[in-house]
Protein backbone atom coordinates (compact mmCIF):
# COMPACT_ATOMS: atom_id res chain seq x y z
CA UNK A 1 0.00 0.00 0.00
CA UNK A 2 1.37 3.32 -1.27
CA UNK A 3 1.20 6.04 1.71
CA UNK A 4 2.72 9.04 2.23
CA UNK A 5 3.09 10.47 5.95
CA UNK A 6 3.56 14.69 6.42
CA UNK A 7 5.05 15.93 9.94
CA UNK A 8 6.93 18.90 11.10
CA UNK A 9 3.92 21.53 10.83
CA UNK A 10 3.15 23.14 14.06
CA UNK A 11 2.92 27.37 14.94
CA UNK A 12 5.58 29.54 15.18
CA UNK A 13 5.37 33.49 14.44
CA UNK A 14 6.04 35.63 11.82
CA UNK A 15 9.27 35.25 10.58
CA UNK A 16 9.76 31.86 11.94
CA UNK A 17 10.77 28.48 10.17
CA UNK A 18 9.69 25.20 10.18
CA UNK A 19 10.44 22.44 8.01
CA UNK A 20 8.27 19.65 6.40
CA UNK A 21 8.88 16.31 6.17
CA UNK A 22 7.56 13.71 3.77
CA UNK A 23 7.97 10.06 4.22
CA UNK A 24 7.05 7.25 1.34
CA UNK A 25 5.57 4.01 3.21
CA UNK A 26 5.16 1.18 0.81
CA UNK A 27 7.00 2.35 -1.91
CA UNK A 28 10.15 4.00 -3.69
CA UNK A 29 9.96 7.47 -3.72
CA UNK A 30 12.77 7.11 -7.23
CA UNK A 31 10.25 6.54 -8.93
CA UNK A 32 8.05 10.00 -8.53
CA UNK A 33 8.51 13.59 -8.88
CA UNK A 34 7.03 14.84 -5.67
CA UNK A 35 5.13 17.85 -4.93
CA UNK A 36 4.11 20.26 -1.83
CA UNK A 37 0.97 21.97 -1.63
CA UNK A 38 -1.30 24.03 0.73
CA UNK A 39 -4.68 24.37 1.16
CA UNK A 40 -6.16 27.59 3.44
CA UNK A 41 -9.60 27.65 4.40
CA UNK A 42 -12.34 28.71 1.56
CA UNK A 43 -9.53 28.77 -0.85
CA UNK A 44 -8.93 25.99 -3.78
CA UNK A 45 -5.58 24.44 -3.29
CA UNK A 46 -2.25 25.10 -4.83
CA UNK A 47 0.71 23.91 -5.56
CA UNK A 48 3.99 25.49 -3.42
CA UNK A 49 6.96 23.61 -4.84
CA UNK A 50 7.96 20.45 -6.61
CA UNK A 51 10.84 18.30 -6.94
CA UNK A 52 11.91 16.08 -10.09
CA UNK A 53 13.14 12.70 -9.61
CA UNK A 54 17.20 13.32 -9.49
CA UNK A 55 16.60 16.02 -7.24
CA UNK A 56 18.15 18.39 -9.35
CA UNK A 57 15.05 20.28 -10.53
CA UNK A 58 13.09 22.40 -8.49
CA UNK A 59 9.84 24.81 -9.07
CA UNK A 60 8.39 27.09 -7.00
CA UNK A 61 5.30 29.49 -6.69
CA UNK A 62 6.28 32.79 -6.86
CA UNK A 63 4.26 33.45 -3.53
CA UNK A 64 7.09 31.53 -1.65
CA UNK A 65 10.43 31.87 -4.14
CA UNK A 66 13.50 32.79 -1.77
CA UNK A 67 11.76 31.45 1.27
CA UNK A 68 10.97 27.98 0.66
CA UNK A 69 13.53 25.39 -0.30
CA UNK A 70 12.26 21.85 -1.46
CA UNK A 71 14.88 18.67 -1.52
CA UNK A 72 14.45 15.14 -0.99
CA UNK A 73 16.56 12.17 0.12
CA UNK A 74 15.90 9.64 -1.80
CA UNK A 75 17.96 6.65 0.28
CA UNK A 76 16.03 7.60 3.34
CA UNK A 77 12.50 8.09 0.73
CA UNK A 78 12.14 11.23 2.15
CA UNK A 79 11.06 14.58 0.87
CA UNK A 80 11.41 17.93 2.68
CA UNK A 81 10.33 21.14 2.77
CA UNK A 82 11.98 24.54 4.28
CA UNK A 83 10.06 27.08 5.05
CA UNK A 84 11.82 30.39 6.07
CA UNK A 85 10.54 33.84 6.85
CA UNK A 86 6.95 32.49 7.13
CA UNK A 87 4.22 34.87 7.09
CA UNK A 88 0.42 34.83 7.95
CA UNK A 89 -0.50 33.93 4.67
CA UNK A 90 1.75 31.07 4.58
CA UNK A 91 -0.99 28.99 7.47
CA UNK A 92 -2.54 26.34 5.47
CA UNK A 93 -3.10 22.52 5.61
CA UNK A 94 0.47 21.24 3.60
CA UNK A 95 0.26 18.38 1.58
CA UNK A 96 2.86 16.46 -0.08
CA UNK A 97 2.05 14.04 -3.23
CA UNK A 98 3.67 11.96 -6.01
CA UNK A 99 3.08 11.11 -9.38
CA UNK A 100 5.13 8.32 -11.68
CA UNK A 101 7.97 9.85 -14.19
CA UNK A 102 9.21 7.81 -16.43
CA UNK A 103 12.69 9.68 -16.87
CA UNK A 104 14.65 10.46 -13.85
CA UNK A 105 15.71 14.22 -15.51
CA UNK A 106 12.16 15.19 -16.83
CA UNK A 107 10.71 18.22 -14.89
CA UNK A 108 8.66 18.03 -12.50
CA UNK A 109 4.67 19.46 -12.73
CA UNK A 110 2.98 21.94 -10.32
CA UNK A 111 0.11 21.21 -11.74
CA UNK A 112 -2.32 19.66 -9.08
CA UNK A 113 -4.77 17.48 -10.38
CA UNK A 114 -1.43 15.56 -12.38
CA UNK A 115 -0.81 13.93 -9.01
CA UNK A 116 -1.96 10.75 -8.06
CA UNK A 117 -0.92 9.75 -4.43
CA UNK A 118 -1.18 12.55 -1.59
CA UNK A 119 -0.41 12.35 1.90
CA UNK A 120 -2.93 13.68 5.03
CA UNK A 121 -1.53 16.79 5.43
CA UNK A 122 -0.02 18.64 7.75
CA UNK A 123 -1.39 22.10 9.70
CA UNK A 124 1.01 25.19 9.32
CA UNK A 125 -0.29 28.28 11.36
CA UNK A 126 1.87 31.46 11.22
CA UNK A 127 0.77 33.96 13.84
CA UNK A 128 1.56 36.27 16.25
Known amino acids: QLLLVESGGGSVQPGGSLRLSCAGS????????VGWFRQAPGKEREAVSC????????NYADSVKGRFTISRDNAKNMVYLQMNSLKPEDTAVYYC?????????????????????WGQGAQVTVSS
Open 51 to 58: INRSGGST
Open 26 to 33: GFSLDYYA
Open 97 to 117: AVVPFPEVQAMCSMTTREYEY
